[in-house]
């Protein structure tokens, strides 16, 4: 966790020594308060889509928390996603509170988790290439073979990963009594859930359209606070694609919240993207667009510290039907 602040704070101080960054520009925002105003309500409103994606995503397992609970557990989430190391670090008190919610489907909890996590990779990918499409002399060939990688990636793994829990499952015996046994039920479990989530058609449609909905309302947070400092040298498309390509850079876990790399990637995907040098501010315009956004995670904090221990009621803890 050191090491990775350390690295944030780094990147910040290099920022600045090379110019990059402009504290007086930042501050001039401030003259716009409605527009800083409607950056964080946009931004707020990402927390509400999200929490109703990892609601669609547990009641495909058949786990039925209360909406306002599945909201509670994403606002305290996303404010400790804002300090901790990278997106990942929320994620750890979201599992924290599937062990003890799910009581004997943690693995099923857990992979929503992760299926969450997945879903809104997959969202900004989308969008990033729909923007991309839509401009395709404006892309570098380096950006779009990142992107093609990843979305390969994703499918390999999506395709593989049930075949190789299976294989490691069926080399245990059930009857096995050891450490070994409690696993291969674990990989059983987590086979079987992904074998619904396959096969939830609807339900993977629809988190996929909320999760590129959490990624126009996040370019639009971050567009609204550029208006807000006067930065408009780049089409709005221009914006658009770089502000998802930095947002996918910020959800590295290298540093607390990705600070740092997601100013770095902006300011170089908004240079690359430029019709002609500007020298505008545009790791300044993400550090504003991070600071709205924590901002914006302040509601989770009163809500993490009043979130109660619950568990799913009996009847939903039933093992996942096959489809």
Same mark, same amino acid.
């Given at each position: 966790?050191?090491?990775?602040?350390?690295?944030?704070?780094?990147?910040?101080?290099?920022?600045?020594?090379?110019?990059?960054?402009? /504290?007086? +520009?930042?501050?001039?925002? @401030?003259?716009?308060?409605?527009? %800083?105003?409607?950056? &964080?309500?946009?931004? !707020?409103?990402t927390l509400l889509v999200a929490a109703l994606?990892?609601?669609?995503? /547990?009641? +495909?397992?058949?786990?039925? @928390?209360?909406?306002?609970?599945? %909201?509670?557990?994403? &606002?305290?989430?996303? !404010?400790?996603?804002?300090?901790?190391?990278?997106?990942?670090?929320?994620?750890?008190l979201r599992s924290g509170y599937m062990v003890r919610a799910a009581h004997g489907r943690a693995s099923t909890g857990l992979l929503s988790i992760v299926m969450d996590r997945v879903l809104g990779l997959a969202g900004l990918l989308a969008v990033s290439t729909l923007v991309a499409v839509a401009h395709p002399r404006h892309i570098p060939q380096p950006v779009a073979a990142a992107l093609l990688a990843t979305v390969l990636a994703l499918g390999?793994?999506?395709?593989?990963?049930?075949?190789?829990?299976?294989?490691?499952?069926?080399?245990?015996?059930?009857?096995?009594?050891s450490w070994r046994a409690a696993l291969a039920k674990s990989m059983r479990e987590l086979n079987t859930a992904i074998t619904t989530y396959r096969r939830a058609n609807t339900a993977i449609a629809a988190g996929l359209l909320l999760s590129m909905l959490v990624c126009v309302?996040?370019?639009?947070?971050?567009?609204?606070?550029?208006?807000?400092?006067?930065?408009?040298?780049?089409?709005?498309?221009?914006?658009?694609?770089?502000?998802?390509?930095?947002?996918?850079?910020?959800?590295?876990?290298?540093?607390?919240?990705?600070?740092?790399?997601?100013?770095?990637?902006?300011?170089n995907a908004a240079l690359m993207l430029e019709p002609s040098h500007t020298g505008a501010p545009y790791a300044t315009a993400f550090l504003a667009y991070r600071c709205m956004t924590i901002l914006s995670t302040v509601p989770?904090?009163?809500?993490?510290?009043?979130?109660?221990?619950?568990?799913?009621?009996?009847?939903?803890?039933?093992p996942a039907r096959r489809a």
């Amino acid at each position: 966790m050191a090491l990775r602040l350390a690295i944030g704070i780094a990147l910040i101080g290099v920022l600045l020594w090379a110019g990059l960054l402009d /504290l007086d +520009v930042l501050a001039g925002a @401030l003259r716009h308060p409605f527009l %800083l105003l409607a950056a &964080l309500l946009v931004l !707020f409103a990402t927390l509400l889509v999200a929490a109703l994606r990892w609601h669609v995503l /547990l009641r +495909v397992q058949q786990i039925r @928390l209360p909406k306002i609970t599945t %909201l509670r557990v994403v &606002l305290a989430s996303s !404010f400790f996603s804002a300090f901790l190391p990278g997106a990942l670090g929320g994620d750890l008190l979201r599992s924290g509170y599937m062990v003890r919610a799910a009581h004997g489907r943690a693995s099923t909890g857990l992979l929503s988790i992760v299926m969450d996590r997945v879903l809104g990779l997959a969202g900004l990918l989308a969008v990033s290439t729909l923007v991309a499409v839509a401009h395709p002399r404006h892309i570098p060939q380096p950006v779009a073979a990142a992107l093609l990688a990843t979305v390969l990636a994703l499918g390999c793994a999506a395709f593989a990963l049930p075949r190789i829990l299976r294989a490691l499952a069926h080399r245990v015996p059930p009857s096995a009594r050891s450490w070994r046994a409690a696993l291969a039920k674990s990989m059983r479990e987590l086979n079987t859930a992904i074998t619904t989530y396959r096969r939830a058609n609807t339900a993977i449609a629809a988190g996929l359209l909320l999760s590129m909905l959490v990624c126009v309302l996040d370019v639009a947070g971050l567009l609204l606070v550029m208006h807000a400092m006067g930065i408009d040298a780049l089409p709005w498309m221009q914006q658009a694609l770089a502000c998802t390509l930095a947002l996918i850079a910020n959800n590295l876990p290298f540093t607390p919240g990705g600070l740092g790399i997601g100013e770095t990637a902006f300011a170089n995907a908004a240079l690359m993207l430029e019709p002609s040098h500007t020298g505008a501010p545009y790791a300044t315009a993400f550090l504003a667009y991070r600071c709205m956004t924590i901002l914006s995670t302040v509601p989770g904090a009163f809500v993490g510290m009043r979130l109660p221990p619950r568990r799913v009621p009996q009847s939903a803890q039933a093992p996942a039907r096959r489809a």
